[in-house]
């Protein structure tokens, strides 16, 4: 996976010491430390049958989800998926709601670093908190804002990103087809991260506010699934909808946390299924400012468009790549990838709050459909993307 360079701004003190009868000798200024790295990543559904999730979406055991085929002109090949929601090809009213907790997880650092969301952070956070700038977050409120120049209706981002995504079908219905997020925020949990698998650095070394934490991702997403999710379900998190566990200012590495090396992981979506398909996404609400090409609802944006159109992380495509996050090739539906990095142009909510999304990826670039079913007949949706991804991945 590629990587995008990241910013730092890092003041070195250059000294000159003055010797009798010699020059004066100054010290060569230092570089600043190697900057962390931005990137996402999936935990796909495994051991399952497309059949058995069509299946259990089809007996409401699970979220929503529908079903496209569709053979791409790059190779003549068939490709089919499912995805949140309902079919837009099917005109008329298609309004679906997802159940959605939002969880706030306050992470203890085994050094004794603690990142608590719901904790008003005034040098950092001056707004409010990290929970209520999400919650307020156009991810999770209705706003309008063009895509492409279209006016695609009054919704939540990453509900508009899909209606731009499918726009010469639901466009036709005005303003009737959408997929959004019904959200209830549960009380925070805590999260005692254990030795070796968590540490409290700087941010200030590279530029940033405050401190971040890195947790191993290894640790961390087997914990989810066999802790965070079963002690959830009482409070109604299940397969039926969607949990969102809300970091602050704490990222993941793939393997021994630290900033360098494999880090930093800022947010992931993923399926499991044990008696029924169960998605989940964990995501960074980043205040620290030391990533490029993020803010601080990118990540959140960029893992809920990824989930609504790749909800098992098994949805396949042609090849693809050399472009945002992905440096070689990649044969999944992820739409956040290709444009890691690249932001949407910043909403402004009525808390006063200018939140900054990630442009993300039609349809029709993937399947390298001509013209383009996206608004503005662009292949994203804040005109990155004029063309398709092209000829197959090499």
């Not at 209830?184 to 700087?202: H, R, Y």
């Not at 940033?208 to 002690?231: E, H």
């Not at 690249?342 to 009525?350: N, W």
């Amino acid at each position: 996976m590629k990587r995008g360079h990241q910013p730092s701004f890092v003041f070195a003190f250059v000294f000159a010491l003055t010797m009798i009868g010699a020059p004066i000798a100054r010290a060569q200024q230092s570089g600043p430390p190697t900057p962390p790295s931005a990137y996402f990543t999936v935990v796909p559904l495994k051991g399952v049958s497309a059949a058995i999730v069509r299946a259990n979406a089809a007996a409401a055991a699970s979220i929503p989800l529908w079903t496209y085929s569709i053979t791409s002109p790059v190779n003549g090949l068939n490709y089919s998926g499912s995805m949140v929601g309902r079919s837009p090809y099917f005109h008329g009213a298609r309004t679906t709601g997802i159940p959605t907790y939002i969880v706030p997880v306050i992470i203890k650092m085994p050094d004794g670093g603690v990142f608590d969301p719901t904790v008003a952070d005034t040098a950092c956070s001056p707004a409010g908190t990290p929970l209520s700038l999400a919650d307020n977050s156009p991810v999770l409120q209705s706003a309008q804002y063009p895509m492409n120049g279209i006016d695609v209706g009054s919704g939540q981002y990453d509900d508009l990103f899909q209606r731009a995504n499918f726009w010469n079908d639901v466009n036709v219905t005005g303003d009737s087809y959408h997929t959004r997020l019904n959200a209830i925020t549960l009380k925070a949990v805590v999260v005692n991260v254990p030795s070796g698998d968590g540490t409290t650095n700087s941010a200030s070394l590279y530029g940033g506010c405050g401190k971040i934490g890195v947790m191993n991702f290894n640790w961390f997403d087997p914990y989810v699934q066999s802790t965070l999710l079963p002690s959830l379900a009482a409070q109604g998190v299940g397969p039926t909808n969607l949990p969102i566990f809300l970091l602050y200012n704490v990222v993941m590495s793939n393997g021994t946390p630290s900033l360098t090396g494999s880090c930093c992981i800022l947010g992931y979506h993923a399926a499991v299924y044990t008696s029924a398909l169960q998605t989940y996404i964990p995501v960074d609400y980043d205040t620290t400012g030391i990533f490029v090409g993020t803010g601080n609802i990118s990540a959140m944006s960029h893992e809920v468009g990824e989930w609504m159109d790749d909800p098992t992380g098994t949805n396949s495509t042609p090849a693809w790549g050399h472009t945002g996050q992905v440096s070689s090739c990649q044969s999944n539906l992820e739409d956040g990838d290709p444009l890691s990095g690249t932001l949407f142009p910043g909403v402004l909510m009525p808390n006063g709050v200018v939140y900054t999304p990630q442009e993300l990826v039609f349809f029709s670039w993937f399947f390298r459909q001509s013209p383009s079913i996206g608004s503005g007949g662009y292949y994203s949706n804040n005109e990155a993307f004029a063309s398709s991804a092209g000829a197959v991945c090499q």
